[in-house]
């Protein structure tokens, strides 16, 4: 079984500073924490305007994911200038706030507060009033298209399957 990732569910806002810091919400942190885990991986969605984030075990797996693509095809430099290129790994301060870079709060319109939204082994970051559009969108495509998720059956205590 490989290393732990951490587990991000929920819904949070929360104020962004004139200076561009927010504070990661306890839950998020805590996730980390637990997989000890001290550097954030951030970058931009590329399908919306806001961005996302996820820890270092996260994000060797989409670094080794990315060399699954063919060597040189334009999807994999595609992906790789805007999930590896744009990341940027950043560290909490003593009272739990990130610094957001300028690319990402422009990229994802953020002014006053910032919501965070768990995506399970990653996290997203919006500007709420973006989110709600998109959220609002996402529900009704699922509910057009009926959309049913098949649960993956549970591992067997002390076996190999996680």
Not at 14 to 35: C, H, T, W
């Amino acid at each position: 079984m490989g290393p732990q990732m951490a587990l991000f569910v929920g819904r949070h806002i929360n104020r962004i500073d004139k200076k561009g810091r927010v504070s990661v919400p306890r839950p998020f942190r805590a996730a980390l924490q637990s997989v000890g885990s001290q550097i954030l991986y951030l970058y931009p969605l590329f399908k919306a305007s806001a961005a996302e984030a996820c820890d270092q075990v996260f994000m060797s797996r989409l670094s080794a994911s990315l060399d699954d693509l063919d060597m040189f095809s334009d999807d994999q430099d595609d992906l790789a200038a805007i999930i590896l290129e744009s990341a940027h790994a950043l560290s909490f301060d003593t009272e739990g706030r990130i610094q957001l870079p300028a690319e990402i709060i422009g990229h994802a319109k953020i002014s006053i507060e910032v919501v965070f939204v768990g995506r399970g082994a990653r996290f997203q970051i919006w500007s709420p009033k973006i989110y709600e559009s998109n959220r609002n969108q996402a529900f009704e495509r699922a509910k057009a298209r009926s959309v049913t998720l098949n649960l993956r059956p549970d591992p067997e205590p002390g076996g190999n399957n996680g």
